[in-house]
């Protein structure tokens, strides 16, 4: 309402480190933590009293609650994006989200993560092309010199790779390993959690690196957002 509708809602699971470790919940099915949230979001959006029993949220919660609706005026327009990386979660994104929050995501392997979002959407009489996507590079940097351009991103990637997530769960990690990139995720993981962080960094390939990135003269920048919008 303050926007005047220039507002969009962004959700996501985040992982068992966070939720475990700040939020103090167990990271437990996700996915249908997920799932419950957004159709009660979209119950508040189109006014609805919130009277729900799924298998991760109840409302009301106990006898003493009360189902009740927001107080903001309907407004079933507000747009949900959801950002995920597991097969199953962008299934659903695909199947109900109205947009994709992507990363660790490479033109050279899109389908590894665009294709359960088409076969979510597929399933459920959408298509992709319904479905507003965003895979924004994370850094542009314009030089002659790709790998010392890529140098100060080596220990922002082994971070990503080996700690943001569990050993178990590392949902950055597993979406690289999808995308061509196994062999070099396990042995950045592994160094990273034996506390070898330089090491680790050291191991990045420059390719991961110039791949999910801008960097580069004019001329390879160009080619390369060429090739985001090859992949769709």
């Known amino acids: ?24 919940v167990p990271f437990t099915a996700p996915l249908s933590r997920l799932r419950e949230t957004v159709e009660i979001i979209r119950m508040a959006f189109n006014g609805e009293k919130l009277s729900y029993q799924g298998k991760i949220h109840t409302l009301p919660h106990s006898a003493d609650g009360k189902a009740i ?26 199947a109900e989200a109205d947009g994709w929050l992507g990363t660790s995501f490479t033109p050279e392997y899109a389908d590894a993560l665009l294709g359960p979002i088409k076969k979510g959407a597929e399933e459920s009489g959408r298509n992709i092309s319904d479905l507003d996507i965003h895979v924004g590079a994370a850094d542009v940097g314009f030089g002659e010199d790709p790998e010392a ?39 950045v993981q592994r160094l990273w959690l034996e506390g070898k962080r330089e090491e680790a960094a050291a191991r990045v390939p420059t390719e991961m690196i110039l791949q999910t990135n801008l960097l580069g003269n004019d001329k390879a920048i160009a080619e390369r957002i060429q090739a985001y919008e090859n992949a769709g």
């Open 69 to 94: 609706r927001l107080a903001t005026p309907p407004n079933k327009s507000i747009p949900i994006y959801v950002a995920a990386l597991g097969p199953r979660s962008l299934e659903f994104v695909g």
């Open 149 to 187: 351009l890529a140098n100060p991103l080596r220990m922002g990637r082994a971070f990503t790779i080996g700690g943001m997530g569990s050993a178990k769960t590392n949902f950055y990690m597993q979406a690289y390993s999808r995308g061509g990139w196994k062999d070099d995720v396990n042995e």
């Open 1 to 24: 309402a303050i926007s005047k509708d220039r507002f969009i809602l962004g959700l996501g699971t985040s992982g068992p480190q966070i939720v475990d470790g700040l939020h103090g």
